[in-house]
């Protein structure tokens, strides 16, 4: 069975998110460390859920209890990758640190980065539909960087607020397409370098491992020892997000077909679009389980 496994990142979490997911130990842990009982009734609330501390420590774990629940049910996987926050959980899946270590720095990965966000509030703008000099004029125009490339025309900007709605304005007047994402830190910018130096001195004393399957990075490429997995999770936070090269690297790898953990199905809408040949699916498309697996034997096996 030769299958990639992606890890959702955060702005597209809603409370009906993994309707198969168990109330299992991890799940309980998750709630305990947020402070709420009920994890689907806290993101009915759009304030609670928009919080990135609130939003990176609730997806990294329920992306960690998914795996846990789905993985007896299927092999490895071919390849592993994470988008944004999601890295946590694809390097657990791979190998690279325990589950509880993933969960045990969501908290601190979103605390540093809050600490950036409090001097310098900004966020995130999708935008797409627009040429790519005029994009680059308009993010040099609006004092924005590149925060995520994802594929073609389609890119997200990262920045301070005012800045973001100068870019938005400008957008708009060229005929492009825009969305804000429900993310309050401007996320794989400069903006967090000191966030990305100060969640890399969390990580220096760690275990961590080389690891088991592929593992590609959004700020690196492949992942081969424990020593450039450390270097590359910290890195992340305040460098552009090379998602196109993710894609690239994993469709490389001759995977059958895809699967997406995490909130939504955004990640696998983009792989259909590239690669409509090798299917994708998110795990937010399926009831149960075995539903997932009996999805990916049907086509992982050919």
């Known amino acids: 069975m030769s299958f990639a496994l992606l890890f959702s990142g955060q702005g597209t979490q809603h409370p009906a998110m993994l309707p198969w997911l168990a109330d299992d130990e991890r799940v309980g842990d998750t709630c305990a460390r947020l402070g709420v009982g009920d994890w689907r009734r806290a993101l009915a609330d759009p304030v609670w859920a928009e919080r990135n501390d609130n939003a990176q420590m609730l997806l990294t774990g329920l992306a960690l209890a998914a795996w846990d629940q789905l993985a007896p049910l299927i092999p490895s996987p071919a390849a592993v990758a994470g988008y944004s926050v999601g890295e946590l959980a694809a390097f657990s899946a791979a190998g690279v640190i325990e589950p509880d270590t993933a969960a045990a720095l969501a ?7 809050d600490r950036c966000a409090a001097r310098v509030p900004g966020g995130l703008l999708a935008v797409s539909g627009i ?11 609006a004092g924005l960087e590149l925060a995520i490339r994802n594929g073609g025309p389609n890119v997200i900007l990262g920045g301070p607020l005012v800045a973001l709605e100068t870019a938005e304005r400008m957008a708009v007047a060229a005929g492009a397409q825009c969305t804000r994402l429900r993310v309050n830190v401007a996320s794989h910018t400069s903006w967090m370098c000191e966030a990305a130096e100060s969640f890399s001195r969390t990580l220096a004393d760690l275990p961590f491992r080389a690891p088991q399957v592929a593992l590609f990075s959004n700020a690196a490429d492949r992942i081969r020892d424990a020593s450039a997995a450390r270097a590359a999770l910290a890195a992340q936070i305040a460098r552009t997000v090379r998602w196109d090269e ?13 699967l997406e953990i995490g909130p939504g ?38």
Do not use: K, Y
């Not at 908290?107 to 980065?113: K, Y």
């Open 107 to 113: 908290p601190l990965r979103a605390e540093s980065m």
């Open 131 to 141: 040429s790519e000099p005029g994009l680059e004029q308009l993010r040099v125009e």
């Open 246 to 258: 993710c894609m690239e690297n994993i469709m490389a790898r001759q995977v059958r077909c895809v």
């Open 265 to 302: 199905q955004a990640l696998a809408r983009m792989w259909n679009q590239r690669w409509p040949t090798v299917p994708a699916r998110a795990c937010d498309d399926f009831r149960s389980p075995a539903a997932i697996a009996a999805w990916l034997s049907s086509h992982a096996d050919r």
